[in-house]
Nanobody
Framework: QLQASGGGLVQAGGSLRLPCAAS????????MAWFRQAPGKEREFVAA????????YYPDSMKGRFTISRDNAKNTVYLQMNSLKPEDTAIYYC??????????????????WGQGTLVTVSS
């Protein structure tokens, strides 16, 4: 089970950190990712991290402002978002796949999804 949180309203230029806590299993061989979906748009890949060894992957459009990381002890993945823009407004979802590739970036690559957390960036 995945529990995403940390969303909210932030002004443009601000930062947010989204945690996604996983329960039920240890994540040593898993790949976890963040996606987002803006109103009227398709779900978009943001970042992925292989649990062990820690390897991250970002599409070019997300490099520089978004950072994915993990906390082994808490079984939690984080998405640090900086210099937020109004176009970053979306519901952010975390997802996981056992034994996935660290650069898995398609929605269908992931087996389990969290419920999503809304991020709203005001101009």
């Amino acid at each position: 089970q995945l529990q995403a949180s940390g969303g909210g309203l932030v002004q443009a230029g601000g930062s947010l950190r989204l945690p996604c806590a996983a329960s039920g299993r240890t994540l040593s061989n898993y790949v976890m990712a963040w996606f987002r979906q803006a109103p009227g748009k398709e779900r978009e890949f943001v970042a992925a991290i292989r649990w062990s060894p820690s390897t991250t992957y970002y599409p070019d459009s997300m490099k520089g402002r978004f950072t994915i990381s993990r906390d082994n002890a808490k079984n939690t993945v984080y998405l640090q978002m900086n210099s937020l823009k109004p176009e970053d407004t979306a519901i952010y979802y975390c997802a996981v796949v056992p034994e996935g590739d660290y650069n898995s970036c398609a929605v269908d690559d992931y087996d389990y999804w969290g419920q999503g957390t809304l991020v709203t960036v005001s101009s």
